[in-house]
């Protein structure tokens, strides 16, 4: 696998150098055993600060450290993989019962607390396998992406820094691109975790627009490079889908007839509109946690893979704060302070995608 680290004036050749030495060869033909497997789940998760016990040097997470203020111990970082994987394990649907092919995760510290995650009891015989980079973040969080072998084969990924002239000491997730086969058919994933909304949501605005621009540079790099690959950018963006960087920047529509060739739809929009969220602030929902679709994978396109719906995984109580002043949020794992033995502050979000 090829780890790459992209600045933005040379961002289009140097993506497509990225991808240059991928082969070819069979990803047009599908088995009657791919063919078999209707329908792919494709998820994403922001596992809200899955991080070990250790303090690394140079890192912020000293708090998650059994001398930091959360007291973050062995007892209550093994509860979080347990409640995680758990969670993961319930992610079947009635079309999916071996549960998604892919699940791209955020706010995860290292490779090794994924590799603790996919080996514990609830999901362990699903043999999902990890993808991780280390990212430049100063907090010392990255992306990452779990996939099923036996549903999506890797051929390639490539991790993209998001380098402004302006900033030149900021410090963010890698945007990471993972191109393989869903069914037979190319598939290009973006797993991203945007800029925070720190200092205020129209000051810091412009750091998400140079995100998804970044991430809009990627995928139109790879469709370049394979006219019918499906792309697909998902994560944590930390604005809605009618803000200006997922709806202007990266041009996501609202409706499916509204996408021209090379375009994105967001169906994630019109769940917001109808008031399904995936993360409450100060008492109102937001869906930042979101799975955009290319064209090439609308009915229209040249993916023999469509888009066949969308949700955000609202229907799991013990997701959700039971009592107290937080009732109805999603149950995160510290609240004012105190631990929950919770899951995360985000609710999953997951699309499906079949064959035409």
């Known amino acids: 696998m090829t780890l790459k680290r992209l600045i933005m004036p040379l961002l289009a050749a140097a993506v497509l ?9 069979q990803t047009s033909q599908v088995s009657q055993a791919q063919r078999s497997r209707k329908v792919f789940g494709v998820a994403f998760y922001n596992l809200e600060n899955l991080f070990d016990t250790i303090n690394n040097n140079g890192k912020y997470d ?56 996919v080996k514990a009891k609830d999901i362990a015989d699903r043999n999902l396998q990890v993808v991780h980079h280390d990212s430049p973040d100063r907090r010392g969080v990255d992306v990452g992406l779990l996939y099923d072998p036996k549903q999506f084969r890797v051929i390639d990924v490539t991790n993209h820094t998001l380098y402004l002239p302006q900033l030149p000491d900021f410090r963010t997730r890698d945007q990471m691109c993972v191109f393989g086969l869903l069914g037979g058919q190319r598939v290009g994933v973006i797993v991203n975790h945007w800029p925070s909304r720190r200092g205020g949501e129209k000051q810091s605005s412009w750091l998400r627009e140079a995100a998804a621009e970044l991430s809009r540079h990627i995928a139109d790099s790879l469709t370049n490079l394979y006219p019918d690959c ?24 609202k409706k499916i007839s509204q996408v021209k060739p090379g375009g994105f739809f967001n169906p994630f929009w019109q769940k917001l509109d109808d008031g399904i969220g995936s993360y409450i602030y100060r008492g109102g929902w937001d869906l930042f946690d979101q799975i955009i679709v290319g064209y ?28 107290g002043q937080y009732k109805g949020y999603p149950f995160r794992t510290f609240s004012g302070g105190v631990w929950t033995n919770g899951y995360s502050d985000h609710l999953p979000t997951e699309i499906f995608l079949t064959f035409k």
């Open 17 to 25: 150098a990225g991808f240059s030495g991928v082969a070819d060869a």
């Open 296 to 323: 090439n994978l609308l009915p229209d396109g040249k993916s023999r893979l469509v888009y066949d719906g969308a949700l955000v995984i609202n229907n799991l109580p013990f997701l959700f704060q039971s009592d």
């Open 230 to 253: 499906g792309i697909i950018v998902m994560g944590d963006l930390n604005d809605d889908p009618g803000n200006k960087s997922c709806a202007q920047v990266l041009g996501a529509k």
């Open 62 to 117: 000293l708090e998650f450290s059994p001398q930091g203020k959360n007291k973050w111990d062995g007892y209550k970082y093994w509860s979080k993989i347990k409640n995680l994987s758990y969670a993961i394990s319930q992610f079947k649907t009635r079309r999916t019962p071996d549960g998604p092919a892919i699940i791209g995760v955020s706010e995860i510290e290292n490779i090794t607390v994924l590799q603790d995650l």
